[in-house]
């Protein structure tokens, strides 16, 4: 039975002067933010992502920003509604926005991770191809379809084979809505396309 209550939470990198940002930086390399369970720990003080220089007139600030790496970076603000939303089912790992100058963005923001990473894709259901080199990685989806028995009642959770995309219930998606984030887009899993 496929899922349909779960939503993606998506950045939307074309609102307007919306900033685009680089690749994470500052983190240990070893780190591996796509596995499962909680990497606060080993994650330091020291993460940023700069303002992308090809998009020079992109420099306002949203709730969710788009990055290459495809991690939601969230502001306090949207870190605040996700995090009383879906109680303990996120870590947030604090990160830095450096500006087009070189200086920080006064204020915080955080990668919003999911701790859980479920193998809950109906891959019989579903159009995905996985990558040449990395066959344990989505790399393309046309049609997505989740298996309901996997997802249960979760608030967030990120998917086996796809773990930098973030998965909300539809409570979730709702308060994150509700809070109107600037950056947001819900968009149905059904409707996904990658």
């Known amino acids: 039975m496929a899922s349909t209550a779960p939503r993606f939470l998506l950045a939307d990198p074309s609102s307007g002067r919306t900033c685009v940002l680089l690749g994470l930086d500052g983190v240990d390399p070893t780190l591996d933010l796509d596995a499962p369970g909680t990497v606060a720990e080993r994650f330091g003080s020291d993460a940023f992502f700069a303002m992308d220089p090809d998009h020079p007139g992109d420099d306002e600030v949203a709730d969710l920003l788009h990055t290459p790496d495809g991690y939601a970076v969230v502001s306090e603000r949207a870190r605040e509604v996700l995090a009383e939303a879906a109680p303990d089912a996120f870590e947030f790992l604090p990160v830095r926005i450096v500006r087009h ?94």
């Open 101 to 194: 100058d070189g200086a920080p963005v006064d204020a915080p923001y955080w990668i919003a991770r999911p701790v859980e990473v479920i193998d809950a894709i109906d891959l019989d259901a579903s159009d995905v191809e996985f990558h040449p080199a990395d066959p344990d990685r989505i790399s393309c989806v046309d049609e997505l379809v989740l298996r309901a028995e996997a997802v249960g009642d979760r608030g967030a959770f990120r998917l086996r084979g796809f773990p930098r995309h973030v998965v909300v219930s539809g409570r979730v998606a709702e308060a994150c809505a509700e809070a109107n984030l600037s950056g947001l887009r819900l968009v149905a899993v059904d409707a996904f396309e990658f």
